[in-house]
């Protein structure tokens, strides 16, 4: 079992609706919660940073933490084109002096105008 | 505030050759990590530098070394090559030390291919 498991899709919706993405992960200790959004054939960008359950909002973008279930949420308000990219959930665990990301494989969004 | 730049963006190399990839941390940031990111695939960890030492590594074979200069600069080699090293090399930078969140900014990456 890998310790974040992530439904790769590929989710095609319209322009205007609300997209839900999500991520399951198995170890208790990672302590912070990150989605990162990645155009093709680039980089991958910081969208949201969480560490407590919970709801956080920036813009059209709603990231939730639920720690009890060990579930985290993306939901994109009003989608747009532009969001069409993939969405990697990411969890940091601080372990042997240092902190490294563990990675969903990512969920690729297709917003259809 | 000048971001990560990564360098070659792209390249081809051939089983058993060696490759060099570089990296310039962000403004500010002092540890530097490299993640391998397959075709479809989330960054796998490979390792991480901190005032110039690695002080983490993931499941990658020693084949895999890195450096990190005073500037805070960086470089991943990979000698040996195989074909499953084909991959997108993402570098990363951050605040390192106690306060590190695990925050990471990343490049755009380099797309290493290995017939």
């Known amino acids: 079992q890998k310790e974040v498991e992530q439904d790769p899709g590929p989710l095609s919706v319209p322009e205007g609706a609300i997209v839900s993405l999500n991520c399951t992960y198995s170890?208790?200790?990672?302590?912070?919660f990150m989605w990162y959004r990645q155009y093709s054939r680039k980089g991958p960008e910081l969208l949201m940073y969480?560490?407590?359950?919970g709801n956080k909002e920036d813009g059209r973008f709603t990231a939730q933490v639920d720690k009890s279930s060990k579930y985290i949420s993306l939901f994109i308000r009003d989608s747009q084109p532009s969001d069409s990219a993939t969405y990697l959930c990411a969890m940091s665990v601080f372990s042997g002096g240092y902190n490294k990301l563990i990675f969903g494989a990512g969920t690729r969004l297709a917003v259809h105008p | 505030e000048t971001g990560v730049t990564q360098s070659p963006t792209h390249l081809i190399k051939t089983r058993g050759q060696q490759v060099t990839l570089r990296c310039s941390s962000q403004?500010?940031?002092?540890?530097v990590s490299w993640y391998q990111q397959a075709l479809g695939q989330g960054p796998q960890f490979i390792f991480q530098y901190y005032r110039e030492e690695e002080n983490g590594r993931g499941n990658f074979p020693p084949r895999f070394s890195g450096l990190q200069f005073p500037n805070y600069s960086s470089e991943l080699n990979v000698n040996a090559l195989e074909l499953d090293d084909s991959a997108l090399y993402l570098c990363?930078?951050?605040?390192?030390?106690?306060?590190?969140?695990?925050?990471?900014?990343f490049g755009e990456g380099s797309r290493l291919t290995v017939l």
């Open positions: 403004s500010g940031h002092n540890t």
């Open positions: 170890n208790s200790a990672f302590q912070y």
């Open positions: 969480t560490y407590s359950s």
């Open positions: 990363a930078s951050s605040w390192g030390g106690v306060q590190n969140t695990g925050e990471l900014f």
